[in-house]
């Protein structure tokens, strides 16, 4: 059995930061891939940032420059780091971690208020 714990969200104004951490506990001890997905109320989740192999993705345009991706390879934690918020990235966010199948976490809330 995988967890994949999340913590972090919160409500947060128009150009504030906030951290999103995920620790992995359980059997798998490494992942290929650990990375963060969002869903905003009534939009598909879509995949904001990803780290595989030593290398960090973020793949949503609209956030790049403001978001960046950690790894701690020992500790099994991935962290996003999000800068200059704007309303438009309320969403949940998901924690995954991927070896020949997917974990997901349970989500954590992130708002940001106008």
């Known amino acids: 059995q995988v967890q994949l714990v999340e913590s972090g969200g919160g409500l947060v104004q128009a150009g504030g930061s906030l951290r999103l951490s995920c620790a992995a506990s359980?059997?798998?001890?490494?992942?290929?891939?650990m990375g963060w997905y969002r869903q905003a109320p009534g939009k598909q989740r879509e995949l904001v940032a990803s780290h595989s192999a030593g290398s960090a993705t973020v793949s949503v345009d609209s956030v790049k420059g403001r978001f960046s991706i950690s790894r701690d390879y020992y500790k099994n934690t991935v962290s996003l780091q999000m800068n200059g918020l704007k309303p438009e990235d309320t969403a949940v966010y998901y924690c995954?971690?991927?070896?020949?199948?997917?974990?997901w976490g349970q989500g954590t809330q992130v708002t940001v208020s106008s």
């Open positions: 359980g059997k798998i001890s490494s992942f290929h891939v």
């Open positions: 995954y971690a991927s070896l020949k199948q997917t974990f």
